[in-house]
């Protein structure tokens, strides 16, 4: 059987329809996350992973700033529990391994904490309020390419 999705990397230039239309039903519609919140004028500067179904659907899609803040991760509700969130935080691991980052966060929401630790993700400091929703610091070291 083919792969029922694909990951590419992408810029803001490149994605952005693509990218809105994922958040703007996830974050805005389904978590209502305001439009003020959600556009936060990072996203020019951030490198993409862009989920697309084998029918080129965009089915889900993640961030990461030059600092290593990984973020904004979505997946559409009918393709979730089927590895695409997986695939994506991989390729954005694998993106921040390539830059040469050695640490990487992500500010969870609460009820995600198991995806991330799955990946080895360690939630720090105390819960916190962020769009409305509970969330917590996570970070992850990564090891250097050549040793893994
Ligand atoms: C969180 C999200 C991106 C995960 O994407 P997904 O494609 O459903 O995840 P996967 O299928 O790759 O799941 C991998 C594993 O994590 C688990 N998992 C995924 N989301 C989870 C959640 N919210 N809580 C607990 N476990 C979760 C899956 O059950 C699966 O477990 P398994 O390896 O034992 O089978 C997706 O559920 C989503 O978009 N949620 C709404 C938006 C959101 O909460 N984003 C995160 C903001 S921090």
Redesign the pocket.
């Known amino acids: 059987m083919s792969n029922p999705f694909t990951i590419h990397l992408v810029t803001w230039h490149d994605g952005e329809p693509l990218l809105r239309a994922i958040r703007e039903a ?2 805005m519609r ?2 209502g996350v305001t439009a003020e919140l959600e556009w936060d004028g990072l996203d020019e500067t951030c490198h993409h992973a862009l989920a697309l179904s084998a029918t080129g659907d965009a089915i ?1 899609c993640g961030r990461i700033t030059p600092d290593g803040h990984i ?1 904004r ?3 559409l509700p009918e ?10 935080l991989e390729a954005l691991l694998d993106y921040a391994r390539n830059q040469h980052q050695t640490r990487v966060e ?4 609460v ?5 991330y630790q ?1 990946f080895g993700f360690e939630a720090e400091g105390k819960v916190f309020q962020d769009a409305g929703m509970p ?1 917590r610091k996570m970070s992850l070291h990564l090891l250097p390419r050549d040793i893994q």
């Open positions: 996830v974050f389904e978590q889900g973020g991760m979505a997946v393709w979730r529990g089927k590895k695409v969130g997986s695939a994506i992500i500010s969870a929401q009820q995600a904490l198991p995806f799955k969330h």
